[in-house]
């Protein structure tokens, strides 16, 4: 237990590599702390974790950086054995990204038994807390193309 109180994680709201990673330490019941990363502004903190890379997520355990979303939710896995999981998809995003460029590749009609386990998947109150408010997330994803379309430069709120 002493050992969870060293855990941070360093991420960005919109991230679905954050997300997958916030998924594992909240299932496992990992307390850790949350620092959001502004990725247009690169925290110092994580220049000095991420030196090659800089990129999101860093999980921070007693000190020790873990970077790659996959590698930290196999390192957690193999740290903490209780209640082992296995690495999630974020689903959600691909209905969003769904809805942003409006072609729907994964429908309840050709994929039934997919669109059931997304339903249950975002029944989940631990799913819930974890995904970004699904507004944001949108505009996030259609502020780019809406910007391409007008022609003007990027603008994130
Ligand atoms: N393969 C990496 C991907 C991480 C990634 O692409 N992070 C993005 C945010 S979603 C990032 O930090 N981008 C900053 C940059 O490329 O400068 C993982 O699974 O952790």
């Not at 896995?77 to 690495?87: G, M, Q, S, V």
């Not at 994929?111 to 799913?127: A, G, R, T, Y």
């Amino acid at each position: 237990m002493a050992e969870e109180k060293h855990v941070k994680l360093i991420g960005t709201w919109s991230s679905p590599f954050s997300r997958r990673v916030e998924l594992a330490l909240k299932m496992k019941g990992i307390s850790y702390e949350y620092i959001e990363e502004d990725l247009f502004n690169k925290s110092p903190l994580l220049l000095q974790y991420n030196p090659i890379h800089k990129k999101i997520p860093v999980l921070i355990h007693n000190g020790k950086p873990i970077v790659e979303s996959l590698i930290i939710v196999e390192y957690i896995d193999e740290t903490w054995k209780e209640n082992p999981i296995l690495p999630q998809e974020s689903r959600p995003l691909v209905g969003i990204l769904q809805e942003v460029i409006g072609v729907s590749f994964i429908d309840e009609e050709t994929f039934p038994v997919l669109c059931k386990w997304v339903e249950m998947f975002l029944s989940s109150s631990i799913v819930k807390e974890s995904l970004p408010p699904r507004d944001k997330l949108l505009s996030f994803f259609q502020a780019p193309l809406e910007a391409r379309a007008a022609s003007k430069p990027m603008v994130y709120k």
